[in-house]
């Protein structure tokens, strides 16, 4: 007993690796970015999961982050979340550092797709509230359309439970459900970590179709280490071992010869 209660005040007493000023700000807009020389060393690491990395995303921009697992581009979609924060250089949302952001007006500007997709054991209204608690019904029906789940409004409708004892949803339909979370919470920044892992070609085609169908007007990043569909994108950011080794267009890099275009004959 004393042994535990040591070791949850251990855990207590830890000061928080990521602290936040309190400000007033308004949420933004839009949403523009720069990373200028970031450098990011996990916790007791000797090398840097990211070094010297160097972005300018203009407003409205759609990214590609494309590498093998590993290579650092989750981390990336981590330091833009403030789940850490550089060991060196500096990001700037709307050229203000991020540290001089309070958590309300991060996560204001922000919405996450994440690769694991949590489906809570509830029902669609409540998995739905969770991104917008203030949307209305005819707001949410609204949304589910437009991902191509309307379909779960048939049986039992928002009312319908989901999850343990409820209606399991396959990959592609979780992945939707994520997508229309992520609309519903309507922030002008867009994080997409993987959104298309584990899917077949034809669904993950659909899903790619969908993103740029309503996230149209929205600064995007994808981290992704598959390559379909990328031709789409603004800019295509190839990864290795923690640096950008490769930036530009689809047809720039193609046209380079270089890592990308060696992935694309690959297939």
């Not at 590498?67 to 990336?76: A, D, N, P, W, Y």
């Not at 399991?168 to 609309?183: D, H, K, M, N, T």
Request: proline share 4%; hydrophobic share 40%; net charge negative.
């Amino acid at each position: 007993m004393i042994a535990s209660a040591r070791r949850i005040s251990q855990i207590t007493d830890q000061q928080p690796e990521v602290t936040f000023v309190e400000d007033e700000a308004s949420p933004p807009a839009q949403v523009a970015l720069t990373l200028q020389e970031v450098t990011f060393r996990y916790p007791q690491q000797p090398s840097p999961a990211l070094e010297n990395i160097s972005l300018q995303i203009a407003a409205g921009e759609h990214i590609a982050i494309l590498g093998r697992t590993g290579c650092g581009k989750s981390t990336l979609l981590q330091l833009l979340t403030r789940a850490w924060d550089p060991s060196q250089g500096e990001i700037l949302l709307n050229n203000q550092p991020l540290s001089g952001l309070s958590e309300a007006t991060l996560r204001q500007a922000m919405s996450v797709v994440p690769q694991r997709v949590h489906l809570f054991s509830a029902t669609l209204r409540d998995n739905l509230l969770l991104a917008a608690p203030e949307a209305d019904d005819a707001h949410l029906s609204a949304t589910l359309e437009k991902v191509g789940l309307e379909k779960l409004l048939q049986d039992g409708g928002l009312n319908g439970w989901l999850g343990e004892g409820g209606r399991q949803l396959s990959g592609g339909e979780l992945r939707r459900l994520a997508i229309a979370r992520a609309l519903l919470h309507d922030a002008p920044l867009m994080l997409l970590d993987e959104p298309t892992e584990g899917l077949d070609a034809a669904t993950e085609s659909q899903i790619l179709h969908l993103l740029a169908d309503v996230m149209r007007d929205k600064t995007v990043l994808m981290v992704t280490h598959r390559l379909r569909g990328l031709a789409g994108f603004n800019q295509i950011i190839v990864m290795d071992n923690g640096q950008i080794i490769e930036q530009g267009s689809h047809v720039e890099l193609l046209a380079k010869q270089g890592r990308y275009f060696q992935f694309k004959q690959r297939l």
